[in-house]
């Protein structure tokens, strides 16, 4: 996975990127919110995003909002130089992984790289289980074996299938299944 660096600072952003290729994390980078949003849209690998708070044009916390729109799972990790504790409370509340102030901690940007990272990975890996889920006829009766037996035969035939029962019986599984 990659991350993207979003800040106004020149230094700030390469001093960050340095860090995270020593733990083998290819960064990009952004100079203003709008040219991080572009990067968000365009990066479909993207697993990160360090976003600073204070930019000119729009700033960081209008950014988190549009992030968070296109790109829900994505992590955030807002840095500033003027952080305070309701500043950190109120980007946590919008939907920020964490909160980091400046001068970063080199220890501290790597443990929350690979928190967020995990929890992406996580979060999928849950995402996909419960898609799968809901699209698997369970079961090892004999009657479900007859059932799932039909549906093959019929699933390969260009009849068309009623499929009634009562709410919650697994009628749009057996359609999934036809199909």
């Avoid at 790109?71 to 939907?95: D, N, Y």
């Avoid at 079961?139 to 059932?147: A, C, E, I, N, T």
């Amino acid at each position: 996975m990659n991350a993207l660096i979003i800040d106004d600072e020149p230094a700030i952003r390469e001093t960050l990127k340095m860090t995270l290729k020593s733990a083998g994390i290819e960064a990009r980078l952004a100079e203003d919110g709008e040219t991080g949003l572009a990067a968000v849209d365009a990066q479909a690998d993207l697993g990160l995003v360090f976003l600073d708070i204070k930019m000119p044009g729009r700033d960081g916390m209008e950014v988190l909002s549009e992030i968070r729109n296109r790109r829900p799972e994505l992590p955030v990790i807002m840095i500033s130089g003027h952080g305070t504790i309701e500043t950190a409370v109120h980007a946590t509340k919008q939907g920020a992984f964490d909160f980091l102030e400046k001068p970063l901690d080199r220890d501290r940007v790597l443990l929350l790289a690979r928190n967020a990272f995990e929890t992406t990975r996580l979060m999928r890996a849950n995402r996909n289980l419960k898609e799968r889920a809901a699209t698997r006829l369970l079961g090892d009766s004999r009657p479900m074996r007859d059932l799932l037996e039909s549906l093959d035969r019929v699933a390969t035939t260009h009849a068309r299938v009623l499929i009634t029962g009562e709410n919650g019986t697994g009628k749009e599984l057996i359609a999934r299944r036809l199909h």
